[in-house]
T-cell receptor
Framework: GAVVSQHPSRVICKSGTSVKIECRSLDFQATTMFWYRQFPKQSLMLMATSNEGSKATYEQGVEKDKFLINHASLTLSTLTVTSAHPEDSSFYIC???????????????FGPGTRLLVL | QKEVEQNSGPLSVPEGAIASLNCTYSDRGSQSFFWYRQYSGKSPELIMFIYSNGDKEDGRFTAQLNKASQYVSLLIRDSQPSDSATYLCAVKGTSGSRLTFGEGTQLTVNP
């Protein structure tokens, strides 16, 4: 099966600092990656769609200047939380779409997630 | 109306029973349907995907799709305590590549 990795798995930082999270597709190429956020006991919330070589598309209410997304290659996308605050503490999960599927049959595979705690 | 709806549960079944999880969607043109399992504190894991009307079986799991009724379900036979998790239904609609997720159904399998 397709494997997606995320790094780091857990990060604790001080308020005001920036945190970078990496998402990699290990055994397939992903033209599209997605970034989600999940608060405790709540469902996944899509933050943005990241396309290789182009600007990310952000969901309504997600600040693009705060959550910087870079999708520099077919296997790597990064999410940078800038000037993090305690309310940004959450579980951040990326997923990658396997481009080998076509016609609506693309499957998304999730990374293991990054737990961010901002003090 | 939500784009993808699931009963939030919790759904509780005894070990060995069949667990039935249901999902309805609003975009009639949706093409692809996925079931993910999410254990507490972990990220979602793909269990099944289905594209065509009818049943698709994989081990103890059966996905059922009825596009006319805009309904997709997941059956888990011989439920085990290790199946206890939240099950997320996801639908790929007609616009773009994003998946729309339901809020998930929490399943508990009692020994």
């Amino acid at each position: 099966g397709a494997v997606v990795s995320q790094h780091p798995s857990r990060v604790i930082c001080k308020s005001g600092t920036s945190v970078k999270i990496e998402c990699r597709s290990l055994d397939f190429q992903a033209t599209t990656m997605f970034w989600y956020r999940q608060f405790p006991k709540q469902s996944l919330m899509l933050m943005a769609t990241s396309n290789e070589g182009s600007k990310a598309t952000y969901e309504q209410g997600v600040e693009k200047d705060k959550f910087l997304i870079n999708h520099a290659s077919l296997t790597l996308s990064t999410l940078t939380v800038t000037s993090a605050h305690p309310e940004d503490s959450s579980f951040y999960i990326c997923s990658a779409r396997d481009r080998r599927g076509t016609g609506g049959k693309e499957t998304q595979y999730f990374g293991p997630g990054t737990r961010l705690l901002v003090l | 109306q939500k784009e993808v709806e699931q009963n939030s549960g919790p759904l509780s079944v005894p070990e060995g029973a069949i667990a039935s999880l249901n999902c309805t969607y609003s975009d009639r043109g949706s093409q692809s349907f996925f079931w993910y399992r999410q254990y507490s504190g972990k990220s979602p894991e793909l269990i099944m995907f289905i594209y065509s009307n009818g049943d698709k079986e994989d081990g103890r799991f059966t996905a059922q799709l009825n596009k006319a009724s805009q309904y997709v379900s997941l059956l888990i036979r011989d439920s085990q305590p290790s199946d206890s998790a939240t099950y997320l239904c996801a639908v790929k609609g007609t616009s773009g590549s994003r998946l729309t997720f339901g809020e998930g159904t929490q399943l508990t399998v009692n020994p």
